[in-house]
């Protein structure tokens, strides 16, 4: 991984689900059976139908609280809420990635699907609390979510990021395909490798990625 592939970075993009934390942690988990009840009572559907919506609705849409609004016109901030009111007590303090980032030349931000009120949450439980200039959620792209080409140029452009000097860490494959079209250098951090032509690095350990590149 040369490090020249980085040398013009100056604003560094998180996700944060199973980017900033490892899938070890599995608090999508606590999320999605959150998702699949706030279905199940909005909807007034049974449990099997809800965790079908809930998938359909994330592969259809970007998310499931895309497919509920576009479908269904829910209000998107009780759900947010909701979903996202979950235990954070096995997620633990990570002192070299915090360091790491923090190392970084330029503006570091993190930009997640899930609210940004859950992203301080977690960052705060990692102990990386103050490493980012910015944290922005998908209500800060109009409840737009990734990977819509729209929900990155809007949360983009609100920071005033330049994309041809910026990198994108993401778990979600998908979710690299606009950034990459953008002109960002893209990182899939993830257990195992895809090779996609929108991918240009792949790492399963965000933190000794960040490392080689210091």
């Known amino acids: 991984m040369p490090k020249q592939h980085f040398t013009h970075v100056d604003t560094w993009v998180f996700d944060l689900d199973n980017t900033l934390y490892p899938p070890e942690a599995r608090l999508f988990d606590q999320i999605e059976v959150k998702m699949t009840e706030y279905v199940m009572a909005t909807l007034r559907v049974d449990r099997a139908e809800a965790d079908h919506l809930?998938?359909?609705?994330?592969?259809e849409h970007g998310t499931t609280l895309a497919g509920l609004m576009n479908e269904h016109g829910i209000d998107p901030d009780p759900y947010l809420i909701e979903v996202h009111e979950i235990s954070l007590d096995h997620l633990e303090p990570d002192a070299?990635?915090?360091?790491?980032i923090r190392a970084l030349p330029g503006r570091k931000i993190v930009y997640t699907n899930g609210c940004?009120?859950?992203?301080?949450?977690v960052i705060a439980q990692r102990g990386l609390a103050g490493a980012f200039d910015a944290v922005y959620g998908v209500e800060h792209a109009g409840f737009l979510p990734k990977p819509q080409q729209?929900?990155?140029d809007a949360v983009f452009t609100r920071d005033g990021i330049a994309p041809q000097r910026a990198a994108?860490?993401?778990?979600?494959?998908?979710?690299l395909k606009a950034p990459h079209a953008m002109g960002m250098?893209?990182?899939?951090?993830?257990?195992?490798?895809?090779?996609?032509?929108?991918?240009h690095h792949h790492t399963d350990d965000l933190t000794d990625f960040l490392g080689r590149l210091l």
Do not use: I, S
């Open 54 to 59: 809930r998938n359909k609705y994330w592969h």
């Open 96 to 100: 070299e990635l915090n360091t790491r």
């Open 116 to 121: 940004a009120p859950y992203a301080e949450r």
């Open 150 to 152: 729209q929900a990155f």
């Open 168 to 175: 994108m860490f993401e778990d979600e494959a998908r979710n």
């Open 185 to 199: 250098r893209t990182v899939h951090v993830a257990p195992e490798a895809q090779a996609l032509d929108h991918v």
